[in-house]
C-alpha cells in the first residue's frame, strides 16, 4: 500500500479507486432503487435518476478533475523524460495532453447534463469523452515504446498497446450500435427491436470505461519517482 503514497503516484491511484467506486456506487444504487435493470445498463443509466445522479455527477465531476492532474502530470514526465534523452517530437506529447484534458471536459458534460434531461450535449460530451480517451491511450502507448527501454520496461508498454487496442476494437461498435438505437430509455425488453443493438453497446461502453482505469493503473509507477514542488514569492513593490 505504501508504494501508492510514494512521490505523485497517489494521482493515479486516487483516479482509479474514485472511478473504480463512481461507477460501482452508482450502479448499485440505481438497481437497488429498481431504476435500471440490473443487466447491462449504460453507465450513464445508472446516474440518470435521484438519488443516484447527485452521487454520479458529484463522483465523475472529481474523477474528471483527477483525469486532467494525471494527464498534465504525465505530461510533464514525459517532457523532462525526453529532455534528459530525446526519443519523440514534444508536439506528440503536446497532441496527446489535449486530447486528453478535451476528454475530461467531455466526462465533465456527461456528469452534468443527464442522459433524458438533455440527451444531446450528454451523447457529445461522452462521444469526446470516449473517442478522445482511446486516442489518448494509443498516443501515450506509442510515446511508451520510444521511450523503452530507458524510461520504460518493455512489458509496461505491452501492456499498455494491449488495453489500447481493446479500447479502440470496442468503441467502435459502442458508437456504431447506439447510433442505430431509435430511442433513449432505462428498462429494455429482450423482444425490442433495438434490443440487440442496446446489449453490444452497453458491453463495449463498459469495457471501454474499464479500460481507461486499467490503463491509469500502469502510470502509478511511473510516477512514483515524481516530486510536486510549490513556491511562493513575495513581490515588496505592491
Not at 440490473?38 to 455527477?57: A, C, K
Not at 474528471?64 to 525526453?82: C, D, P, S, W
Not at 470496442?170 to 446489449?199: F, G, R
Amino acid at each position: 500500500m505504501l508504494c501508492f503514497l510514494r512521490g505523485m503516484a497517489f494521482v493515479p491511484f486516487l483516479l482509479v479507486t474514485w472511478s473504480s467506486a463512481a461507477f460501482i456506487i452508482s450502479y448499485v444504487v440505481a438497481v437497488l432503487s429498481g431504476h435500471v435493470n440490473p443487466f447491462l445498463p449504460y453507465i450513464s443509466d445508472t446516474g440518470t435518476t435521484p438519488p443516484e445522479s447527485g452521487i454520479f455527477g458529484f463522483m465523475i465531476n472529481f474523477s474528471a478533475f483527477l483525469g486532467a492532474a494525471t494527464m498534465y502530470t504525465r505530461y510533464k514526465i514525459v517532457e523532462k523524460q525526453n529532455q534528459t534523452s530525446y526519443f519523440s517530437t514534444p508536439v506528440f506529447n503536446l497532441v496527446s495532453l489535449v486530447l486528453g484534458l478535451v476528454g475530461c471536459i467531455g466526462m465533465g458534460i456527461v456528469a452534468n447534463f443527464q442522459e433524458l434531461a438533455v440527451p444531446v450535449v450528454h451523447d457529445g460530451g461522452a462521444l469526446l469523452a470516449f473517442v478522445c480517451g482511446v486516442v489518448y491511450t494509443l498516443l501515450q502507448s506509442i510515446i511508451s515504446y520510444k521511450s523503452c527501454p530507458q524510461w520504460n520496461r518493455l512489458s509496461t508498454c505491452h501492456v499498455r498497446m494491449a488495453i489500447s487496442a481493446v479500447s479502440c476494437a470496442a468503441v467502435i461498435p459502442m458508437i456504431a450500435c447506439a447510433s442505430l438505437i431509435s430511442i433513449t430509455k432505462l428498462e429494455w425488453n429482450p423482444k425490442e427491436k433495438d434490443y440487440v443493438y442496446h446489449v453490444v453497446s452497453a458491453i463495449c461502453e463498459w469495457t471501454v470505461a474499464f479500460g481507461f482505469i486499467f490503463y491509469f493503473l500502469t502510470f502509478i509507477h511511473d510516477f512514483q519517482s515524481v516530486t510536486l514542488r510549490i513556491s511562493t514569492e513575495i513581490n515588496d513593490d505592491v
